[in-house]
């Protein structure tokens, strides 16, 4: 496709339960970030990939969050353990460069509801 | 922390221009100014950036003043689509955490007919 893809579009995890969110970058793109975005508020950085490297996850708000992009493209975020302050909009970002003079699109992103 | 200011709402008439104020007094050299939107339930979309000199593009204009403390977008005849939350960042240049994007919580834009 021309955009950032993510998949799930939605999704409901029980309280406890380990989740996994895929982002499908446009293709060709070094850099990628992870999103954290709660109802009303602007998104939150969670991590920051340049290709397979995680050069930055600051962002991420315990041990039970963990990212990967193993080959340099596809990129898994995973929950461990969910608990429902989790629940959010999950937005997932690529761009060219790491670089400040290229623009980041965004992809959909994933609604995750705690139950 | 978000390095910008922007107020929290702004109201637009349809097919007038829309001009978004934003403070970014402590930007440094090799930082640029971001502009993104989001509509309801929608990932930001880019609009336009700049670093010091004045940009335009088909969705809107980008005004910098001349010391970069401060900007203004501009739509320049606002619809109704145009109803989003807008976002001013400033991004660094040199890339890795330097070039993230560091959302605050933007303007609200409503454009009424």
């Known amino acids: 496709g021309a955009g950032v893809s993510q998949s799930p579009r939605y999704k409901v995890a029980k309280r406890g339960q380990d989740v996994a969110l895929r982002c499908d970058p446009i293709?060709?793109?070094?850099?990628l970030f992870w999103y954290q975005q709660a109802l009303g508020q602007g998104p939150e950085f969670l991590t920051y990939f340049q290709n397979e490297a995680q050069l930055d996850k600051s962002g991420l708000p315990s041990d039970r969050f963990f990212a990967e992009r193993p080959e340099g493209s596809v990129s898994t975020l995973k929950i461990q353990r969910t608990q429902q302050e989790d629940s959010a909009v999950y937005l997932c970002?690529?761009?060219?460069?790491?670089?400040?003079?290229?623009?980041?699109?965004f992809g959909q992103g994933t609604r995750l509801t705690v139950v | 922390d978000a390095k910008t200011t922007q107020p929290t709402s702004m109201d637009c008439a349809e097919g007038r221009a829309a001009n978004l104020p934003c403070n970014h007094s402590t930007i440094s050299g090799n930082e640029y100014v971001y502009w993104y939107r989001q509509i309801h339930s929608q990932g930001p979309q880019y609009i336009i950036h700049?670093?010091?000199n004045n940009e335009t593009n088909e969705m809107a204009s980008l005004i910098i003043t001349e010391d970069r403390k401060s900007s203004t977008l501009i739509l320049p005849h606002a619809t109704l689509r145009d109803t989003a939350v807008y976002y001013c960042i400033v991004r660094g240049y040199y890339g890795g955490s330097q070039g993230n994007l560091i959302f605050g919580k933007g303007t609200k834009l409503s454009v009424k007919p």
């Open positions: 700049g670093l010091k």
């Open positions: 970002a690529s761009s060219l460069r790491g670089t400040g003079g290229t623009e980041a699109f």
């Open positions: 293709s060709g793109h070094v850099s």
